[in-house]
């Protein structure tokens, strides 16, 4: 079946470009997508030990925001917070209009979509450098410092990673390096994007919510 | 009888695609992404590193043949038993285990051209020799100095020692993550038309459980090395009490890895003593089933006992009680494989090669080592025994009794198919005595003096020998011994290089076992197979033709070479 | 490649289980017994000192649970060993053997399996009863209400020992602990600096001294004698040389012990000298030695001791422990001299090590908190 000129959904579209005309390419997807997924898994459990740590040290101190020097340390901004989440899980939203498009064969739209959440990604991360300029804490000066600046510096990290990755991933699509029907590395960068975003809903929770 | 037909698609496009050679010597064998020119990169790096932290251990024991000291300042001895343990545990045990005999075997038995990602494969062996010159240039500011532990806060005081200490470990984790994705990925999705789950020869299976525990928990080790060099560089208070830290934070988010990490150690151990005692007594493993699900099942419950390690260590009282019980329970599925490999001796015809003997010996020792291990999974007895070398004892055991027993098994069982030699047999044999005596005249004093009242990481035991009188005996005693151990190691290396050039031609199978690496040429070509063999049933049965179709070599069923010189008085081989 | 068309190969011919095979088991019957024969009833006292006289009460039941462990553990050991020397003995290849030959083609005996897991399993099950039995008689012990509490404090290289009422500390350089025959005692232990571990062995107990947490040990010592403290966690360079000695006595002797020390403390020092004390030192010096009890916090938050946040003019505790009004003078005093309330012992300068300027500077700090 070549493209159809009605309009299909992407699976169908995903089964008929390559699961059954391109057995070879369907069998590396595959292996690179069960690879990825356990990379995926073994930085959910980095994370994971990290976010053990703070809660370990949080239920451990006697009182929450810690005292440092007579004084008690202040709590989080949710506010701010909030916004800059909204910012970060657009750009899921985006990813995902960037990736169906890609599927589509519309590659205008991917590019806008793709810059879009290559800008919201940065937009977040400036809203991170932000929020560490006015959060009244530092990394040495107390646990709570050491948990927060850690594990959404490791976060934030992440998210740079992924602008990166992501913009390369645009740069190559632009260049003829994935088709309609190849385009792994598309859909891993899409992976990797949303599991950013699951992270950032545990550390959310975890710091400006509990 | 066997079904003459495989259940999957037979003779598939992508399997039979075969790449160019490799050329130039960089490509070839510096920078290579052939599993089997890593797998030999990681051999002789670890067996380099392991002369080394062996003779740590040796200066370690010649300290302790005089209770005021031998040798050497409290300092310098505190820093040998560091180095020893962080070198053995990471760059020694891991790479031998997981990246040799894994690299090289697992591809070869399940039918595959390579792993999931040999550029990925290639990068994580290149990661093994930049930790260790993190962890020895470490010794230039001097050296770790709390044990392979280095649990803050004393580990603090080790100042740029210690931070490098971190980067070493930290960057060796990345190596094993990455292995362990990879070798999983493999399993999963490369083997051969036909091989279903319960068709994989049983080193496939820990290669398997042993790729999940490496993957899940090396993590962990990361997050805690991590911490405690944010702490020595930037002072960030992870584990400072002062500031609202624990150093009993460090103790869990370290053992969470380390109790795996010594599943790590054994399960490919496991592995390899399934294969040779098969093999060498010509009859089915048995219980293959219950062997294959207890690999998965003791990976699965390691990522629960962690906190044994902590009994006496700050753990809160109740948190005790589901570790001890959770710790008995591992114990099981231990249980069963050795009474399975037992079994399977039984009614056998048994050749003692070089294999076989370590594999005998190493039912023997591991099984006491896990044993003490049950003593230790009582947290009465282990308040009384923690800290002392009884621990000591239980874990050389079970490491250097099991773990390494197990590679020296591999080693003879799997040169041949590596190099087209064999390996000295004479040499071998006197090896193994050399180990299995010199191990056992080491570590069974050990037993007692530690519960008598003799800490581990003492650098001179003075109080300990006015109330013992025969504590130097005894440590006098184990360093003699130690070097039984020593000089088996060094024969193991002078025969791999020996019999590169003067082992006997070893053939395709010289032992006439029925995996999938015994069907191809020794050594194999850089592509293994020429096509991919069809399987149709497990590799087990000895009276029974090889259960593959579409093998490069036709190979008879019936053992050719290896069955012929083991059976034949010295001199009569073919 | 052709399968199916070879010649059978030739098989091991059993009769039975094999030629010896009841003997052997005999014999490893045998010895099993002499093993558990030995270690119910001969003396261990070679691998745990003090064995047929134990020093404490948990002793006792600590060596039973071993005992248990070496009689099953050992039978486990004896079988193991003696099967695999016997198989490979029994069943190994001859010359006189076709080269194809192989041994029995059995997979599994589902009987067998069963009960091989099984019988370990209930073993298991019956050894985890008796161990949280000591478990629990260990962790939770008797209670410090009819019985004496005291506190261990490790350092490098030497452990602190307090006892109530008492304001200087006993240390392990110089003297050894004392504790009371058939008095259930609780042990309270943490550390000043590094992890140490307090084990005692022919006790049989110990614990982590950890900076930061106290922990704690219950045991009622039965057996008078002098026995060694030692230090199994390694805390630093002198790791190996850290260890105290322990005296059990009978409670008349402990008692006038204790008083002797009473008497000895009761001599107050003079006024200390409060010129030239900075909140910056003091601010250093009371992270290295204070804050594993004190946190500068409201009163209410304890961690060993009160909180010292806003000492001199804390609303809700107008007075100090000592009931003094809150000076500089009366915080220096407690500093110099200690203090036994109801919410412990505070120790003395000389307990905490403090010399020259240091309470001068802690003083400093402490009253410039607001």
Redesign the interface.
């Known amino acids: 079946m070549a493209a159809a000129a009605v309009h299909v959904s992407g699976h169908d579209l995903v089964a008929v470009r390559y699961r059954d005309v391109d057995p070879v390419y369907a069998e590396t997807r595959s292996i690179r997508l069960v690879g990825f997924m356990l990379f995926l898994i073994s930085d959910c459990i980095l994370f994971s030990a990290f976010i053990f740590a703070y809660i370990y040290l949080r239920t451990s101190a006697p009182t929450w925001p810690p005292m440092v020097d007579g004084h008690q340390l202040p709590w989080f901004d949710t506010s701010f917070a909030a916004m800059n989440s909204i910012v970060l899980f657009g750009s899921g939203v985006t990813m995902h209009f960037a990736l169906e498009n890609w599927k589509h064969l519309n590659k205008q739209k991917f590019n806008r979509w793709l810059i879009a959440t290559i800008v919201l990604g940065i937009g977040f991360l400036l809203g991170q450098a932000h929020e560490y300029s006015v959060v009244g804490i530092t990394w040495a000066g107390s646990t709570m410092g050491a948990s927060f600046f850690t594990l959404t510096g490791l976060h934030g990290f992440h998210v740079f990673i992924g602008v990166c990755y992501l913009t390369i991933l645009g740069i190559q699509a632009n260049r003829g390096v994935y088709t309609g029907s190849k385009y792994f590395g598309l859909t891993a960068g899409t992976l990797y994007w949303h599991f950013v975003d699951v992270i950032w809903v545990a550390l959310f929770f975890l710091f400006y919510l509990w | 009888?066997?079904a003459a037909t495989s259940t999957t698609h037979e003779a598939?496009?992508?399997h039979d695609?075969i790449h160019p050679a490799p050329e130039g010597f960089v490509r070839k064998y510096v920078f290579s992404l052939d599993h089997k020119v890593i797998g030999f990169q990681y051999f002789f790096t670890g067996l380099l590193i392991m002369l080394i932290a062996g003779s740590f251990a040796e200066l370690v024991r010649l300290q302790l043949t005089d209770p005021k000291g031998a040798i050497m300042s409290?300092?310098a001895y505190?820093e040998m038993f560091s180095m020893h343990g962080t070198a053995m545990v990471w760059l020694v045990l891991i790479p031998l285990v997981t990246g040799a005999l894994g690299n090289f075997v697992m591809p070869l038995q399940i039918g595959a051209r390579d792993v999931?990602?040999p550029w990925l494969n290639m990068v994580s062996f290149w990661i093994v020799p930049i930790a260790a010159i993190l962890l020895f240039s470490s010794m230039l500011w001097g050296g770790p100095?709390?044990?392979w532990t280095e649990?803050p806060?004393?580990s603090l005081?080790d100042g740029t020692a210690g931070a490098l200490w971190c980067a070493a470990i930290f960057t060796v984790g990345i190596s094993s993550?990455m292995t362990?994705?990879?070798f999983?990925?493999t399993v999963?999705?490369?083997r051969a038309p036909g091989m279903t789950w319960t068709r994989m020869p049983l080193f496939v299976w820990a290669t398997f459980a042993t790729a999940l525990m490496n993957?899940?928990?090396?993590?962990?080790l990361?997050?805690?090395v991590g911490?405690l060099f944010?702490q020595h560089v930037?002072?960030?208070?992870?584990f400072d009490?002062?500031?609202?830290?624990?150093?009993?934070?460090y103790e869990?988010?370290f053992w969470?890895y380390s109790h795996p990490a010594v599943y790590i150690f054994i399960i490919p151990a496991f592995g390899v003593i399934s294969e040779v005692i098969s093999t060498f007594?010509?009859?089915?493993i048995?219980?293959?089933?219950?062997i294959a699900f207890s690999s998965m099942a003791i990976a699965i419950l390691s990522f629960t006992v962690w906190a044994h390690h902590m009994f006496?260590?700050?753990l809160a009282?109740w948190l005790?009680?589901p570790f001890?019980?959770l710790t008995?329970?591992i114990?099981?599925p231990t249980?069963?494989k050795?009474?399975?490999w037992?079994?399977t001796?039984?009614?056998?015809?048994?050749?003692?090669s070089t294999a076989m003997l370590y594999a005998?010996g190493f039912?023997?020792t591991f099984?006491?080592g896990g044993?003490?291990g049950?003593?230790l999974a009582?947290?009465?007895?282990d308040?009384?025994a923690?800290?002392?070398t009884f621990i000591v004892a239980h874990f050389h055991y079970v490491v250097a009794g099991g773990s390494v027993m197990g590679f020296l098994a591999a080693v003879p069982y799997w040169y041949p198919k590596a190099t087209g030699r064999l390996m000295s047999e004479r040499l071998g044999h006197i090896g193994f005595w050399l180990f299995f005596i010199g191990l056992n005249g080491t570590f069974m004093p050990m037993?007692?003096l530690g519960?008598?009242?003799m800490?581990?990481?003492?650098?001179?035991?003075e109080?300990f020998a006015k109330?013992f009188p025969d504590a130097q005996f005894w440590n006098q005693f184990e360093t003699g011994f130690s070097f039984l151990m020593a000089a088996s190691i060094g024969l193991l290396a002078f025969n791999v290089i020996w019999s590169i050039k003067h082992g006997k031609i070893a053939g395709i199978n010289p032992w006439?076992a029925r995996t999938l690496e015994w069907t191809i040429d020794s050594p194999p070509p850089y592509y293994n197979f020429k096509k991919i063999p069809n399987v149709f049933d497990r590799p087990?049965?000895?009276?029974?033709?090889?259960p593959?179709?579409n093998?490069d070599n036709?190979?008879?069923?019936?053992?050719e070479y290896g069955?012929?010189v083991?059976?034949?008085?010295a001199g009569a081989g073919a | 490649m052709a399968h199916g068309t070879a010649p059978s190969p030739q098989q091991v011919r059993l009769k039975g289980l094999g030629p010896g095979f009841w003997s052997v088991t005999l014999v490893l019957t045998l010895i099993s017994l002499a093993n558990a024969w030995y270690f119910l009833f001969g003396s261990i006292d070679w691998i745990m000192p003090g064995s047929t006289n134990p020093v404490a009460n948990v002793t006792y039941d600590i060596d039973g649970l071993f005992k248990f462990m070496a009689v099953f553990g050992g039978a486990i050991c004896i079988y193991v060993t003696g099967y695999v020397i016997y198989f490979a003995i029994a069943f190994r290849a001859r010359a006189s053997d076709a080269p194809d030959a192989v041994g029995v083609p059995i997979h599994d005996a589902p009987t067998l399996e069963f009960w091989w897991t099984a019988l370990p399993t209930l073993l298991l099950i019956v050894l985890t009863g008796l161990s949280i039995v000591v478990w629990y008689k260990i962790q939770f012990g008797v209670g410090s209400a009819t019985g004496l509490t005291t506190e261990v404090i490790g350092h490098q290289f030497y452990f602190e020992f307090r006892y109530p009422g008492l304001k200087t500390s006993v240390f392990s350089k110089t003297e050894p602990m004392h504790l009371p025959l058939n008095v259930p005692v609780r042990v309270l232990i943490t550390s000043s600096d590094v992890i140490h571990q307090f084990w005692v062995p022919e006790i049989r107990l110990k614990q982590a001294a950890v900076p930061g947490l106290v922990q704690n040990l219950n045991f009622t010592p039965l057996r008078s004698g002098t026995y060694d403290i030692v230090c199994s966690e390694f805390c630093g360079i002198d790791h190996s040389k850290m260890q105290g000695k322990l005296i059990i006595e009978p409670v008349a002797a402990f008692n006038k012990w204790l008083d002797a020390k009473k008497q000895a403390a009761a001599a107050g020092g003079g006024v200390v000298d409060l010129s030239g004390g900075t909140a910056l030192a003091g601010k250093a010096l009371f992270a290295q030695k204070c804050a594993a009890c004190h946190q500068i916090a409201p009163f209410d938050q304890k961690l060993v001791g009160p909180g010292l946040l806003h000492i001199t003019d804390d609303p809700a505790h107008p007075t100090l422990v000592t009931g003094q009004t809150p000076t500089s003078a009366h915080i220096a005093a407690i500093l110099q001299n200690g203090f036994t309330g109801p919410i412990g012992t505070m120790p003395n300068a000389q307990a905490n090590g403090l010399a020259g300027k240091d309470i001068a500077n802690l003083v400093a700090y402490l009253t410039s908190l607001k």
């Open positions: 009888m066997h598939h496009d992508v695609h409290n300092t505190n999931a990602f100095h709390a044990g649990y806060p004393v005081l993550t362990g994705l990879n999983m990925t999963i999705m490369m993957m899940m928990a090396t993590v962990a990361s997050a805690a911490a944010l930037f002072k960030v208070p992870f009490p002062a500031r609202g830290g624990s150093p009993v934070l869990h988010m969470f007594s010509r009859k089915p048995f219980g293959y089933k219950m006496p260590s700050g009282p005790q009680l001890m019980i008995y329970a114990g099981i249980g069963i050795i009474f399975s037992v079994a001796l039984w009614g056998g015809r048994i050749y003692f005998l039912l023997i099984t006491f044993i003490t049950i003593f009582s947290v009465p007895v308040l009384h923690h800290g002392t037993h007692w519960l008598e009242g800490p581990r990481r003492y650098a001179t035991y109080y109330a006439g087990y049965d000895f009276d029974q033709p090889m593959y179709r093998t036709v190979v008879a069923p019936y053992p069955a012929v083991m059976a034949q008085p």
